[in-house]
């Protein structure tokens, strides 16, 4: 009986650490979107298509109307007539 509380509990050690890296993982690039400009950096997270719209403007914060017509790309200018 005692060597299966001991397993248990080295098992929680271990999620515990597992845990905490996740969460300094997951911390480090938060901190870098609190410094940074997040209009300039989520339309290039958009634009390499590895990411759903709606997924980056969540982890980022801004609206999702921002990020469906990015401003990098100019439209054609109109023939005269």
């Known amino acids: 009986m005692p060597s ?3 397993g248990k509990l080295d098992r929680v050690r271990e999620l515990e650490d597992i845990l905490g ?3 300094l993982e997951n911390e480090i690039p938060r901190e870098a ?3 940074a400009k997040k209009t300039d950096i989520a339309p290039n997270l958009v ?3 590895r990411f759903l ?3 980056v ?3 980022v914060g801004v609206s999702r109307s921002n ?3 990015s401003p990098r790309v100019k439209s ?3 023939d005269p007539i």
Do not use: H, P, Q, W
């Open 53 to 55: 719209v709606k997924a």
């Open 67 to 69: 990020l469906t017509e």
């Open 57 to 59: 403007a969540d982890v």
């Open 33 to 35: 979107l609190s410094k």
């Open 47 to 49: 634009a390499e298509a």
């Open 4 to 6: 299966i509380v001991r």
């Open 21 to 23: 890296r996740n969460t």
């Open 76 to 78: 054609k200018a109109r």
